[in-house]
């Protein structure tokens, strides 16, 4: 049971001091009745609730898979630029936000959510979930370069030593342009384009495909997103989601 005015506002119907105002005025309805106390208890599940004779349904979680564009940044709200939560057209929560950040130039997974305990999960490092990203290159990727991007390379800047944590690598294509696919376990700022900066490469174009069991669909063109499936929420949500 929850309170009306919280209920409605929660559901994007405006904000609690509109809400308040559109209960008084008798536009809202529970079962059939209008409701005229915002502080009345209703049922999430049971009670039907309307708000302009349309009925408002609950929903307590959201979780979308989008495969981000470049040029939209990774937030809630921007200045200058487009954000990630604004490409969630459907959604019926007004607290969505992105587990997590990909550069404003980066594309591919990023889970949409208004799960706070999710995304800490997801993200906090020592839970260690997996994130695999398809890089592509300036420069011919060897050997050498994995090696030495596996075992962790110093990202650091003015002179302060900053270690990536071991990673895999698996390498697609080796040329004047390689390709390859790089898993992480950390998340620092612009992680991926300072490893390959550190052996001297310069990072074209970056897309992450996957995060811990979560996978892009491949079948999300970028801009593109779907919520996730109950098998796909339940294998985040669940405690040993990624770990090794
Ligand atoms: N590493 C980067 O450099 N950028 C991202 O967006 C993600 C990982």
């Given at each position: 049971m929850m309170r009306l005015d919280k209920f409605l506002a929660e559901m994007g119907i405006g904000t609690r001091q509109e809400v308040?105002?559109?209960?008084?005025?008798?536009?809202?309805?529970?079962?059939?009745?209008?409701?005229?106390r915002p502080e009345e208890k209703v049922s999430e599940t049971s009670d039907q609730v309307c708000f302009e004779e349309k009925p408002v349904s609950y929903v307590k979680y959201e979780y979308y898979m989008l495969n981000k564009p470049a040029g939209v940044v990774s937030a809630t709200e921007d200045r200058r630029d487009p954000v990630v939560v604004d490409l969630i057209r459907e959604k019926k929560r007004k607290d969505l936000f992105p587990a997590?950040?990909?550069d404003?130039?980066?594309?591919?997974?990023?889970?949409?959510?208004?799960?706070?305990?999710?995304?800490?999960?997801?993200?906090?490092?020592?839970?260690?979930?997996?994130?695999t990203y398809f890089v592509r290159v300036e420069g011919k990727v060897t050997g050498a370069e994995k090696k030495i991007l596996e075992a962790g390379v110093d990202i650091g800047e003015n002179g302060t030593e900053e270690r990536t944590r071991p990673a895999k690598m698996e390498i697609l294509a080796s040329g004047p342009v390689s390709q390859v696919l790089?898993?992480?376990?950390?998340?620092k700022y612009h992680q991926i384009k300072r490893m390959f900066q550190a052996v001297g490469m310069q990072v074209l174009y970056?897309?992450?495909?996957?995060?811990?069991?979560?996978?892009?669909?491949?079948?999300?063109?970028?801009?593109e997103y779907r919520p996730l499936t109950k098998e796909e929420i339940a294998s985040v949500t669940d405690e040993n989601a990624g770990k090794y």
């Open positions: 308040k105002k559109y209960i008084r005025k008798g536009m809202v309805t529970v079962n059939g009745s209008p409701a005229l997590g950040r990909l404003k130039d980066t594309e591919g997974l990023l889970l949409i959510t208004n799960d706070g305990a999710l995304a800490h999960r997801l993200l906090s490092p020592s839970h260690h979930v997996d994130k790089l898993t992480i376990r950390e998340g970056l897309k992450r495909l996957s995060m811990g069991k979560l996978t892009l669909d491949p079948a999300l063109a970028p801009g």
